[in-house]
């Protein structure tokens, strides 16, 4: 089955500065890369997601790129704020297939 | 307005006992799941449901039992507590897509019950 590693687990940034965390993912058949935010006490909500047939997708201050061929993929925010602080999840799965498999987790700490 | 709702928020209980806890959801979807995170945070799922029908059944203890009276809800019941099933879990929901599409849809989390066992 898929096997998705994430890094940094935990990730301190000052205000204002980019953040950077990255995924590996095992399985050649996955095609759908979406990340979570998980503020606390809260659920996961997805932030952005990103297929296999584009390289990099950006929404405002939160990007995503893919590397196919290396099996790995990046979230990056820029201009860093406060409300930005919170648990930050990627996962894998492939169109058709429900199972979503999660990497670790990265704590994002926002520095004021 | 919730998207997705579980009940209770927070669960106390003693080992060995029976508990339930229930996920509504009013999005419409038609995929349900169940997930758990441990203190660690990582985040594993459990099961899935389609249409009142079981679609993904990860390797979990037989004591937890997941059960689906209709495509809006799916509720999880777990017999004799062990110290172990102390965590968060969460519920979410999506809709699945016609066959042949080419999409996947987002899955909508609950705000998770914290379950802990004594």
């Known amino acids: 089955g898929e096997n998705v590693e994430q890094h940094p687990s935990t990730l301190s940034v000052q205000e204002g500065d980019s953040a950077v965390i990255k995924c590996t993912y095992s399985d050649s058949a996955s095609n759908y890369f979406p990340w979570y935010k998980q503020e606390l006490g809260k659920g996961p909500q997805l932030i952005i997601d990103?297929?296999?047939?584009?390289g990099e997708k950006k929404d405002q201050r939160i990007a995503v790129t893919l590397n196919k061929t290396a099996k790995h993929f990046s979230l990056h925010i820029t201009e860093t704020q406060p409300e930005d602080s919170a648990v930050y999840f990627c996962?894998?799965?492939?169109?058709?297939?429900?199972?979503?498999?999660f990497g670790t987790g990265t704590r994002l700490t926002i520095i004021p | 307005d919730t998207a997705v709702s579980q009940t209770p928020k927070y669960l106390v209980t003693q080992m060995g006992n029976d508990k339930s806890i229930k996920c509504e959801q009013n999005?419409?979807?038609?995929?349900m799941y169940w997930y758990k995170q441990d203190s660690k945070k990582f985040l594993k799922i459990m099961f899935s449901?389609?249409?009142?029908?079981?679609?993904i059944n990860e390797t979990v203890p037989n004591r937890f039992s997941p059960k689906s009276p209709d495509k809006a809800h799916l509720n999880l019941h777990i017999n004799s507590l062990e110290l172990g099933d102390s965590a968060v879990y969460f519920c979410a929901s999506s809709k699945r897509l016609a066959s042949g599409t080419s999409s996947y849809n987002e899955q909508f989390f609950g705000p998770g019950t914290r379950l802990t066992v004594l």
């Open positions: 449901y389609n249409n009142k029908e079981l679609i």
């Open positions: 990103i297929r296999s047939n584009v």
């Open positions: 996962a894998a799965s492939n169109f058709g297939n429900e199972k979503l498999t």
């Open positions: 999005l419409g979807h038609d995929t």
